[in-house]
C-alpha cells in the first residue's frame, strides 16, 4: 500500500503518521517527490482499508498495490481449477451448458424440459425452486417441492442439477443437489457466503448488479477462506444507462477475471440481454472470448412461464442453439462437457 | 398495463393474444394507431411482470402505468407516516439524527460516543454489531457482544439504539434494540426483508448502491406486506463512474420518494461521500430539500476506527455541525427531534 | 405515442388535452381503464418531444411507440448498406480491419505502419491529425502535416485511409480522404453532424461515452437528414462504475443496431479496454457476434506513442491477431477484404 | 507520479524504464516493498499520460499524484474567482440566479418573460438562439434572429443575456451578448474551447452528461490556457441508472468544485431533473450547499414551448420560488445578485 501526501506536510505530522504504521507491524519508506511525499508499506497489507488512511490530515490518496484476495488469486494457483461434478467436469478445456427454466413449476414441465436440454446436450439442468423477485405479489417459487421436482427431473435423466439459495436456513433442503447457486443480489450476502464456506458443494457465483469484477472476486474469496474452493464465477450483466438491453453484458469481464483467476468463468446470456432473441449472439461472442461454460433460461412453454418468460428459449430454439455451440466450442478446440 | 403491437400484426395472434389475456380475469381495449395497435388491460395487473408478455411475438414494447407498490403507497395513505421510537417521534415535522460510531468496538467506547452525541442533540445512537465488510479478512463486529455494549450505551444514556442485521438467524439478539437497519447490500435480500415484515420493531431501510427507487420501494412494500408498516428509507449515495466520492448522493431521490410514499426519508451523508469534510455540506442539502433526518457516523477516536474512519466525524465536529443542524431545521418550521 | 393520464381527470383538463392534440394536426384515441385513461396519438409525431406533454398536469407518463428515427431504420430499409471505398467493400459478408496508429507522428512512422498492416492484412489506415485530448497540454495532433503525411502513406500503399475531424473549418483538408470519423466526444455536435451530412464522404460515426444506442441511430440520422447515407457505426465502450477497463464494451449493442438499422457496425477494441492484450480477446467476441469491422490501433513503438500507448499493439502482435481473425471471419461465413 | 512495478521485476527491463524516464527529463526514486517495487517520478508529469507507462511489461499500475490543470486549480489561485458582467457579480458572496425560456421563440415571448423574471429578481436572462437536438427533425432554434430577440429584451430591461454557442463559425453573432454557455453535449469540444478562450466574454460551462468532475476542470482549464479567466461551471446532471429523473444532479460537485477550483459553480435544476416540480426543491438543496447561483428555465406558457416545456416554471412560479430563494440566500449570509 503506498500512502500519497499532501504538500510540505508537518516533520511533525509525517512522524506520527510513521509512528502508527510501525504500531501496526509494517515498515515503511519514504519517497519526497517535485510535490508530494508518498509513504511506501512494507508487509501484509491485505486486512487493512486503504480509505481509513485518510482520516490522516497529511493523507492524500491512498493506493493499494497487492490485490486483497489471496486464495482466488492466479497468482497463488496458476493452474485452472477444474470441478468435477459427478464426473462431468467444468472448466479446464471444458464447455459446459447449463439449461432449465428460470422456475421450477410443476412435475411435467421439469421432466419435458429436462428431457429435452439433455437430448440436445446440456451438461447441468438449472430450476429456480426459492425465486428472488423484486415484488412481494410475484411468485416466489415452489421451495421444498421445487427441489424434489428437480431430483426427480435428475433421476429421469441423470442431468446433475444446480439451483439457487437464499436463505442459509434451507441449506438441508439442497442435500442433493449438485451445485448451489448463489444469485446476483446475494453476492454480498456475507452470512450465506460464510456459511456456504462450510459447505463440500460447488457454488455457482453470480456478480451482483453493481459490483465490480474485485468485489465478485472477494465475494469467492469469502467462501474460499472458509474452506470450499469449488466456485464458478458467473457474469450476467451490469446495470448502466442503456436500456435497450436489461442489463448490459460485461463481456472484458471474462478475459479479465481468466487472467486474475484460476476459477471457471460462465456467462449468463438470458438474464444479461432479458429477451430471448438476443441468447444467440451472446453465447457466440461467450465462446470465442473464452468462457468456461453458459447458463441459459430453457421453458417449454416461454408464454406461460411463471417468471421471466421474455427471455427464455422455447426447446427446438435451444436444440438448434446447440448444435452451433457445438460447432463453435470445437473451433475454439474445446470439448463440449 | 398497456401492450404496444408490432405493425401490421395477424388478426389470429392478435385473437390469442386477446384470449390469454382473458384467461387471466382481466379485461382489454384496443386502439388502432397509424403505426401501431394499443391494447390496454384493464383490472389488478400488479401481479403481473410487464417482460413477460415480450414473448407474444406481435407485442413490441410494454409499459406499466400503476404503481407495483401498495401500502407504501402515499395515494393509499396520503398522510405522513410518523414513527414513535420510545416517545421520540421520527417523521412528520420531526427532524431527527441518528448518530453513532461504524462499528461499536469497546464499551468505553461507546459510553463516550453515546454520551457525546447525546450532549450534541442526537435523538437515537447507531453502531454496527455486525459488519458487511467486502473482504473476508476485514474486522466483522463483535456481534452479540457488540449488541450488549450497544444496550449499556442506551442505559448509561437513555438514547434509543439502531444496528444492522445480516442475519435472520440472530433476530433474537435484536430483543432489546429499537430500530433494525438493513444495510444496502442486503435491500434486497428478500428473505431477510420477509421475516422482518413479523417483527413488531422499526425497520431501518437503506438503498442499495444500484437499486432504483421503484425498487427500494418494493423492498418496503416486501416488509409491509408481512404487516410492519414502521419503515425509514434511507438515501446513501449511488454507484456511479464519478470517482471524487465514494458514491453519488441521489438528493433528488427525497422529494420524489416523499411524493411517491408516506414513509420517513433519512439521508446518510457519511457512506454517500465517504470522507468526513463532505458530511456538513451534505446534510446542509438534506435539510433543505427536505429529508426528515441523517445519519452521521461519529467516531471518538476516527483515526483508530476499524472500520470507515475517513469518513466519521469526531465529537468536537459532531456538536459544531449539531449546532448548524437545529439552526437549518428551525429554518425550515420543523422540530430538532 | 401514448399519453397515460393520472387517476380520475378532471373532462374539462382532457378535453383541452384532446383540443391541443388536434390543433398539432393529430388524431386522438382514448381508452378507459381500471385506474387509468390513456390517450392514444395517430399521426406523424416523430418531431414531437413526449417529455413536453408532461406539462398537462392530468398527463402522468408518455410513451414513444416508433423509432425517431427513419433514414436509419431497417424498416425502411431491410437490406444491409454495403459501402464501397475505392474498390474496398464495407458491410454485407465483408469483414473489415482498420489499423493503425493513434496519431500520426512522423513520416517514417506512418510508412512503416502502413507498410506493416497492409502485409498483415488491414483494408484501411487509420492515424489521427486531429486529436481530442482531454488536457490542453497534452500533444493534439500534426494537424495538416498529419494529413499529408497519411496521403503519402496511402500512396505508398495503396490503402485507404481514416482520420478524425474536430472542427469544420478544417473540411477542406480531408478533400482527399477516404472516410472521415466521427469521436465519440462528437457524436452530438449537431452542427458537425449536419455539415458533414452535405459532404460525400463515409463517415465513421463513433458512440459517445454516455450515448444510448437511440442516440446513435439519431446522430447517424442527423447525417442522412442531408443526404450523406455512407455511415459506418462503431462500438467503442461506455462509461461504467468498473474500473478494471478504461470503458465498457457493450457488446450487445452489435446484435441490436444490425437489428434496427442497415447501417454497418464496427467495434473498437482498443479503446474499450483501454490495454493492449484486451484486443485480442474482444476482437474474437466482435468476430462472433456479427460486427462488420474492427478498428485496431498498431504502432511501430508503441513505448514512445505520443498518445494511447497503453492500448496499441505492435506489428508482429497485430500479425498474428489478422492471422487469427482470417481464419475467424471464415468460420463466420463471411470474407476478410 | 507513481509507478507500481510487478512482482520480482527483471532488473535489466527495470534499468531500461529508469533509463527512459530519465530521457524525459525526469528524476526517479525507487522504493521496495514486500510485493512490489515502486518508482516515483520527480519533476513536472502535467503533459504525461499514465497509461501510456502500462506499455511497459514490468509496469502494474500508475497513479497521478498532482492534479494536471493548473490555471483553474485553487490551490495556484485560493480567493474566489469573482465575475463582473456589467456591473452585476458572480461567485464571491453573491448568489445568481438565472432565467428564461429554454429557446427563444418570439419577439413577444422574449420580452414577457424578460420582464417577468426582472421583476421576480432574476439577474441574468437566458434564452437558447442555438439548440442543440438529439432529434434533426425538432426544432433547433432561430439562431441569429433569436440572439436578436434576446438583445431586445436586454434593451428593454437592462438584464444581462446569456446564450449558447454550438459552432464556433457563429462567434461574430454573439459580440453583443454577455455571457457565452457552453452546454454538455460541447464540453468536450475542444476546438470550440480553444477559441473561447482567446474571446474576452464571461462563459458558463455546464458539466457533460458522462464526464468527471476533473475533465470538467480540464476543459475549464483548455479556455483558461488560452487567456480567457472568466468562467462559471455549472452542474446539471449525470447519466444514471434511476430513470425517475432525466439525470441525477450530482450534488456533492459542489463543494468538492468549489474546493478544488476558485471559480463560481452554478446548478441548473431544470436540465437535472427534467419536470417542472422538482426545480424547487433542487434549487434549495442547491443554495444550503453552497452553489453560486442557479439557472432556472421559465416560460410564459410552458405548454406551448418549443422544447423542454416539462420543465420549465410559468412566470408566477418562478415569483414564488424566487421569494424562497431571496429568503433561504440571506439566511446563508450571501446577497442576492
Not at 503518521?17 to 501484509?44: N, P, R, W, Y
Not at 436440454?117 to 425465486?131: I, W
Not at 448502466?240 to 483467476?261: C, G, M, Q, W, Y
Request: aromatic content about 4%.
Amino acid at each position: 500500500m503506498v500512502l500519497i501526501l499532501k504538500n510540505n506536510p508537518e516533520v511533525k505530522k509525517v512522524d506520527e503518521l510513521l509512528e502508527k504504521i510501525a504500531e501496526m507491524g509494517l515498515k515503511t519508506q519514504v519517497v519526497g517527490g517535485a510535490s508530494h511525499t508518498i509513504v511506501g508499506l512494507i508487509g501484509d497489507t491485505s486486512h487493512l482499508i486503504p480509505e481509513d488512511f485518510l482520516h490522516y490530515e497529511i493523507v492524500d490518496t491512498v493506493q493499494r498495490i497487492s490485490e486483497s484476495y489471496k486464495a482466488a488469486n492466479r497468482k497463488m494457483h496458476p493452474d485452472d481449477t477444474i470441478i468435477d461434478i459427478g464426473g462431468r467436469k467444468i472448466g479446464g478445456g471444458t464447455f459446459s451448458v447449463i439449461a432449465g427454466p428460470c422456475s421450477v413449476e410443476s412435475e411435467e414441465q421439469m421432466k419435458e424440459v429436462a428431457t429435452d436440454v439433455k437430448a440436445s446436450g446440456a451438461s447441468l439442468l438449472r430450476g429456480g425452486a426459492f425465486k428472488p423477485r423484486t415484488s412481494p405479489y410475484a411468485f416466489q417459487g415452489l421451495h421444498g417441492e421445487g427441489i424434489r421436482l428437480l431430483l426427480e427431473a435428475k433421476k429421469a435423466t441423470g442431468l446433475p442439477i444446480v439451483t439457487e439459495i437464499m436463505d442459509i436456513n434451507t441449506l438441508d433442503l439442497f442435500a442433493d443437489v449438485d451445485v448451489i447457486q448463489v444469485g446476483a443480489r446475494n453476492m454480498q450476502n456475507f452470512e450465506l457466503l460464510k456459511a456456504l464456506g462450510h459447505s463440500d458443494k460447488p457454488i455457482f457465483l453470480k456478480r451482483g448488479l453493481a459490483n465490480t469484477i474485485d468485489e465478485l472476486l472477494m465475494s469467492a474469496e469469502y467462501i474460499m477462506s472458509g474452506g470450499n474452493n469449488n466456485i464458478v464465477l458467473c457474469e450476467r450483466g451490469i446495470r448502466t444507462f442503456e436500456t435497450k438491453t436489461r442489463n448490459t453484458l460485461d463481456i472484458s469481464a471474462v478475459p479479465i477475471l481468466k487472467k486474475l483467476t484460476h476459477l471457471p468463468v460462465f456467462i449468463d446470456p438470458s438474464h444479461a440481454a432479458g429477451i430471448s432473441w438476443m441468447v444467440e449472439p451472446l453465447s457466440k461472442a461467450a465462446i470465442a472470448i473464452g468462457a468456461d461454460g453458459l447458463m441459459i433460461e430453457v421453458h417449454n412453454n416461454p408464454k406461460k412461464a411463471l417468471c421471466d418468460g421474455a427471455q427464455s428459449l422455447n426447446p427446438e430454439q435451444f436444440d438448434t442453439l446447440m448444435k452451433d455451440i457445438r460447432r463453435r466450442v470445437e473451433f475454439e478446440g474445446k470439448t463440449l462437457a
